[in-house]
């Protein structure tokens, strides 16, 4: 089961930062956030992953709540072309680490 | 570097056929995996395989088997395709160390009739 929860859609007007939650409450120690993106039926893009601190790159900035239960995505300025869903991920740790995917956020940029 | 490689594209397919979807990549990456995902839903993990030889059931195993020969290539057959198993198919692959990110390939698109 996937670990995380979203809302089901959102709406951004074009060139206003775009907010994107996810909870993630049970969450272990050593286990990394990651955000993907997947426009229509395209393989998912991946944007940026973190443990617990903040981090940006030259997609958006991920902000990690100090208890780790929640995180935010943050599209600074978002433009219609980043009209997506959105999918917020914890890796599994095991064997071999998993990426469970769950229904994501379909973000809509408006003009 | 074309990175992860799904062929075919596109495939039809009669109620009963057998098929092979292939998956290669070029990264070097040690993980490869199969996801499927119907319309309007998210990604569902099938199989994976942490190293070339072994394999493990994700959340939807039944109706696949699935082929780790080599590194590069990861394999995903249906023996008797149904018409629940229409839906778009991902691979993806992974270096599991430093917490690099998980890559995906652009998808094989396959309908059962």
């Known amino acids: 089961d996937a670990k995380t929860t979203q809302p089901t859609s959102m709406d951004c007007a074009e060139g206003r930062a775009a907010n994107l939650p996810c909870n993630h409450s049970?969450?272990?120690?050593?286990?990394?956030v990651y955000w993907y993106r997947q426009i229509h039926s395209q393989g998912p893009q991946y944007i940026i992953h973190?443990?617990?601190n903040n981090e940006t790159n030259e997609m958006a900035s991920l902000i990690i709540t100090e208890d780790r239960k929640s995180s935010t995505l943050i599209l600074p300025h978002a433009t219609l072309r980043d009209t997506a869903v959105y999918y917020c991920?914890?890796?599994?740790?095991?064997?071999?680490?998993?990426?469970?995917f769950g229904t994501g956020t379909r973000l809509q940029v408006f003009p | 570097n074309a990175g992860v490689t799904q062929t075919p594209k596109f495939q039809v397919l009669k109620t009963g056929q057998s098929m092979t979807l292939q998956c290669a990549q070029d990264m070097n990456h040690n993980s490869m995996y199969w996801y499927r995902q119907d319309p309007g839903m998210g990604l569902r993990l099938i199989y994976y395989?942490?190293?070339?030889?072994?394999?493990d059931k994700g959340e939807v195993p039944n109706g696949y088997n699935v082929s780790r020969l080599n590194k590069r290539e990861f394999s995903l057959r249906l023996e008797s395709a149904a018409p629940s198993q229409t839906s778009v198919y991902f691979c993806a692959t992974l270096l599991t160390e430093n917490n690099q990110p998980q890559h995906f390939g652009d998808g094989t698109r396959l309908s059962i009739l």
């Open positions: 991920i914890v890796r599994v740790r095991g064997n071999t680490d998993k990426l469970i």
């Open positions: 049970t969450i272990s120690g050593n286990e990394y």
């Open positions: 395989s942490a190293s070339e030889g072994t394999t």
């Open positions: 973190g443990l617990k």
